[in-house]
């Protein structure tokens, strides 16, 4: 197999993604004077492409794959091979939107009243196409960056990225639309999609990168049960599957083991106590593959 050029998203998503891809067993170190990360395989060379960019150079075929926003995607409007979401960001699993913000004092209460008035953001092509779904008529400009500051003197709106909402609310904007969410997406080029050596080299990538995100919300369960308490134990675990019981050396006694959302953790952990589990022991999880 030739070696699979793989984009690394620069910015915002980078050491996320660097993250988890340690996680999933390949480490990758970058230099601050290189755009080309080292990666321990052999097979894959890195690039460090923006997010914004990287969804065209895998069209073009430059990169036969990469990580990027399904905004940027759009954005581009890039024919490539949606691989696989991959639901993480820079601070959270929360979705990233491009919302449309106005002065906090601004009269512009829907987007109706952008008729006529002037948008500025990085999505030029985003935002026209969601002023054409609602039928208003305004100037869309290329912002070069620092958007948030823009209203209202340099535009009436701006449509911007955020994940918390903080940093809309620190500059005295309140979000008035929606103009989209978007997610982290593993693509590939149409070309190197055909190639079957890399077809599954990618699709490697891509089950072991999603089984650290599905391990990230989820923790491992043990626990001592009396054989009489079993099925009460299992009938109240929100297990992915039927949880794994082992026999002790006590006959009457097994260990139970599961995986459960870790959100559920501490309601249910006195629960088990209640119905006779002992021993209870949380651990945390590396993948967890689907």
């Given at each position: 197999m030739s070696i699979l050029q793989l984009g690394i998203p620069k910015g915002s998503l980078q050491d996320s993604t660097i993250d988890i891809f340690a996680k999933a067993g390949y480490k990758i170190t970058v230099s601050s004077r290189s755009y080309y990360p080292v990666i321990n395989d052999d097979d894959i060379e890195c690039m460090l492409i923006r997010a914004q960019e990287m969804a065209r150079y895998?069209?073009?075929?430059?990169?036969?794959?990469?990580l990027t926003g399904m905004d940027w995607i759009r954005e581009t409007d890039a024919n490539v091979v949606e691989v696989e979401e991959l639901v993480y960001g820079k601070v959270g699993k929360n979705p990233l939107r491009?919302?449309?913000?106005?002065?906090?004092?601004?009269?512009?209460?829907?987007i109706k009243d952008l008729e006529g008035k002037r948008i500025a953001t990085e999505v030029v092509n985003l935002t026209n196409k969601f002023l054409a779904e609602h039928k208003v008529n305004a100037t869309v400009e290329f912002s070069w960056g620092a958007t948030e500051v823009k209203p209202?003197?340099?535009?009436?709106?701006?449509?911007?990225?955020?994940?918390?909402?903080?940093?809309?609310?620190?500059?005295?904007?309140?979000?008035?639309?929606?103009?989209?969410?978007?997610?982290?997406?593993?693509?590939?080029?149409?070309?190197?999609?055909?190639?079957?050596?890399?077809?599954?080299?990618?699709?490697?990538?891509?089950?072991?990168?999603?089984?650290v995100l599905s391990a990230e919300s989820r923790v491992g369960l043990m626990m001592n049960v009396k054989r009489d308490n079993i099925q009460g134990i299992i009938e109240m675990l929100p297990?992915?599957?039927?949880?794994?019981?082992?026999?002790?050396?006590?006959?009457?006694?097994v260990a139970l083991n599961t995986v459960v959302e870790e959100k559920v953790?501490?309601?249910?952990?006195?629960?088990?106590?209640?119905?006779?589990?002992?021993?209870?022991?949380?651990?945390?999880?590396?993948?967890v593959v689907m």
């Open positions: 895998v069209d073009e075929g430059i990169l036969d794959a990469g491009w919302v449309l913000a106005v002065p906090e004092n601004s009269e512009i209460q829907s209202p003197k340099l535009a009436d709106a701006i449509v911007e990225i955020t994940e918390t909402g903080s940093s809309i609310k620190a500059n005295h904007l309140r979000i008035i639309d929606v103009v989209c969410t978007s997610n982290t997406w593993l693509i590939a080029n149409n070309e190197t999609w055909k190639d079957a050596a890399k077809r599954t080299k990618i699709e490697k990538l891509a089950l072991l990168l999603k089984s297990a992915l599957n039927r949880p794994t019981v082992s026999p002790l050396i006590d006959s009457d006694w953790v501490r309601n249910i952990i006195p629960q088990l106590l209640e119905r006779g589990a002992e021993g209870i022991i949380e651990y945390a999880l590396n993948k």
